[in-house]
């Protein structure tokens, strides 16, 4: 599996924080099969754009990263996330969202219907919140539920809260000179 090493220019987190979050998100879901962390990591993983034009982003949307398709993808899984029937057409057109790239009818039912889905794009939301800049506290990523619907303890929530705020403030580091996300410790 490939791992991000870089970022598009959008992402406002540092480059570090990024990288060291995807690995962080993919050891969590192994631990956790949470729902949440699924489609969080799912919205770093789409970074890398390893497919090119193919590349599937966490929702609908297949193509490279861009900030764009990341805000549009944000709304509609905020919308999902809190159960919202199928918008009408100003809503998109409201958020900039292609009538290409808007989800079928069919397929927004089904997510709504689903509370692992529900969560899912609650994931998708906060992470595409975080990498834009519109959530500051990262340890909003950390899973609510496990791959079962279950409650995760309080205890390990906050151990996961703590280690995502950990990654973001460790990963800015010193400044690199014509990178203003920050290079990536080597050590």
Do not use: N
């Amino acid at each position: 599996m490939r791992m991000l090493s870089t970022v598009p220019e959008w992402v406002r987190p540092p480059r570090p924080a990024v990288v060291r979050m995807e690995g962080f998100l993919l050891r969590l879901y192994g631990r956790t099969k949470s729902p949440e962390v699924l489609g969080a990591w799912a919205c770093l993983d789409w970074l890398g754009g390893w497919l090119g034009e193919k590349t599937r982003g966490p929702l609908i949307l297949r193509g490279l990263p861009t900030e764009a398709a990341a805000r549009g993808d944000m709304r509609v899984a905020s919308a999902i996330a809190e159960g919202e029937t199928y918008p009408g057409p100003a809503w998109w057109d409201g958020h900039a969202i292609a009538v290409g790239d808007r989800m079928p009818v069919e397929e927004w039912a089904t997510r709504i219907a689903s509370e692992y889905e529900r969560h899912y794009c609650h994931g998708v939301r906060v992470a595409f919140g975080w990498l834009l800049g519109v959530v500051d506290d990262p340890a909003l990523l950390a899973p609510v539920r496990d791959g079962e619907g279950a409650r995760i303890s309080m205890v390990d929530r906050e151990a996961y809260r703590c280690h995502l705020r950990e990654i973001a403030q460790l990963a800015a580091g010193p400044e690199v000179p014509g990178d203003r996300r920050r290079a990536i410790p080597t050590g």
